[in-house]
């Protein structure tokens, strides 16, 4: 879900507003009820223009927003505003340098009938000062503004404020048009958007885990080995290079979508290179101290993705999704994050569930089963499936290859131009390495364990997949994941969660 800012004062029916422009029935009438409940639906709501132009002026608040929406006649202040001297001496400056009051020398008296009057005319185009605000200081995209406003006898003065500062006006809409709902419903699920605000939250999120917990936050140097350091943590896993490395990323992704195609793969690609970039040969799964976790299989992800975005064109055509899937992976191999759900990983997920589908809770706990004789995942099937592409050569990597060794072995043999299905299917095998490592391969002495044409043979022990943890992260990815890693399996038991 993207972020909002509304600039709304409520000068009608409030409850019959909140739905009409954002679709949101019954809620609270008290305003500090309202913010809060707004705010759980990713609203930041303002009530006056000078609570609004304290917002956009400040570039912390405004990184938190995606999109605004402005009424044209807004309230300037609340009366309780008038007894703070700073906020007065505030107003007063802005209607001086704007040329509301034509007193510069001050003799106007603050709050004296020249000084309302002013004030009043202000109201009736407060809205185009914070889109201009917003439009030349702040630099924010104008299609990611919107006009709304039932004040229709205030048009001719907007219209003619816009044409003073030689600006051409947008169009205004008025808040029960069918376009400003189609608009934010939009907005809101907007592909990017919820991308971006997802990487940007987990980010933050990472840092303040340093904050909080020093070293113990940050565990990406268990897959480095440590004699091979000349010093430790090594340099990829140090704080300061790791606050480094989180910058990198939140600075290539621009409040504005890419607008064309070729555009969008290049972002992409040039976000997993940076992403991907300490995934290199010192880091290795094999260095942890327990292979069959969670954290191998999210280690092993980045391995390919920094292997494929290097030297393949193999990710050159990713979805949000893919893109969202794979930052998850990243933070939770480099970061010791609480096993529950952070708030930037349900947002991500929710992007990943309507991309791909997902699965209800029951139904997934279901599939992965109590025990291994009740484990309904194909993980045998598609491990042999997937040796037998590589018919009797050995892995150079291991007489007993686990299954990312298998794909590795084919991606060597893929041309260098490759085709969709290649993508797809190297794609595929990503998600599909997350159910891997947790399911524990019983390993075979020399390898290449007899197995029937059907594959019956059970190579993979049985892992829950935190199936009794279901607040879990890994238990709540595992829900949008099992269709787009075994579709011909699962995709008839997609249902709404």
Not at 27 to 44: E, S
Not at 364 to 385: C, H, K, Q, V
Not at 403 to 420: A, C, F, G, M, S
């Amino acid at each position: 879900m993207s972020d909002f800012l509304w600039i709304e004062d409520f000068e009608g029916d409030l409850r019959a507003t909140v739905d009409q422009v954002f679709g949101l029935a019954g809620c609270p009438t008290a305003m500090p009820d309202l913010k809060a409940w707004l705010g759980a639906h990713g609203i930041t709501l303002k009530t006056t223009f000078f609570d609004a132009y304290r917002l956009v002026r400040d570039p912390s608040q405004l990184a938190a927003i995606d999109y605004v929406v402005i009424d044209i006649d807004l309230k300037p202040y609340e009366d309780y505003d008038l007894d703070d001297p700073q906020a007065v001496a505030e107003i007063d400056r802005f209607l001086r340098e704007k040329r509301y009051l034509k007193d510069s020398a001050g003799h106007t008296e603050p709050l004296g009938p020249a000084w309302r009057a002013a004030v009043s005319e202000l109201k009736k185009v407060a809205g185009y000062h914070i889109f201009t605000e917003l439009l030349i200081e702040a630099g924010f995209p104008k299609r990611h503004i919107l006009f709304c406003s039932n004040h229709g006898d205030q048009l001719t003065s907007i219209a003619s404020a816009f044409e003073a500062a030689k600006l051409a006006a947008p169009v205004i809409y008025t808040k029960r048009d069918e376009t400003v709902r189609r608009w934010i419903a939009d907005k809101q699920a907007d592909a990017y958007s919820v991308l971006r605000r997802g990487i940007l939250m987990g980010c933050a999120a990472a840092e303040d885990l340093m904050d909080r917990r020093g070293d113990d936050g940050l565990v990406f140097s268990l897959f480095f080995k440590r004699e091979d350091e000349p010093e430790w943590p090594p340099g990829p896993a140090s704080p300061d290079y790791v606050r480094d490395y989180l910058a990198s990323m939140t600075a290539l992704l621009p409040l504005c979508a890419p607008t064309s195609t070729e555009q969008r793969k290049q972002r992409y690609r040039i976000l997993l290179h940076a992403l991907s970039r300490e995934w290199d040969n010192r880091a290795k799964v094999n260095h942890l101290p327990d292979k069959s976790t969670y954290m191998a299989s999210y280690g092993t992800i980045l391995k390919e993705v920094r292997n494929w975005a290097s030297h393949t064109q193999l990710l050159d055509d990713l979805s949000e999704a893919d893109v969202a899937f794979i930052f998850m992976a990243d933070l939770r191999a480099m970061f010791a994050f609480p096993r529950e759900c952070q708030p930037h990983e349900r947002l991500l997920l929710g992007l990943l569930g309507r991309t791909f589908g997902e699965l209800a809770e029951g139904v997934t706990a279901d599939l992965i089963g109590a025990d291994a004789e009740g484990r309904r995942l194909p993980l045998d099937r598609i491990y042999f499936e997937t040796k037998r592409m590589l018919g009797e050569r050995r892995s150079a990597d291991d007489n007993d290859p686990y299954y990312d060794q298998l794909i590795r072995e084919l991606e060597k043999d893929t041309p260098n131009r490759v085709d969709e299905r290649d993508r797809q299917f190297f794609l595929q095998s990503l998600y599909r390495m997350f159910w891997f490592y947790p399911s524990r391969m019983r390993r075979v002495k020399y390898g290449w364990t007899p197995v029937s044409d059907t594959g019956e043979a059970t190579l993979f022990r049985h892992c829950d997949f935190s199936r009794t943890q279901r607040e879990s992260f890994a238990f709540q990815l595992a829900r949008r994941i099992l269709i787009r890693a075994f579709p011909e399996s699962f995709a008839s038991l997609a249902n709404p969660a």
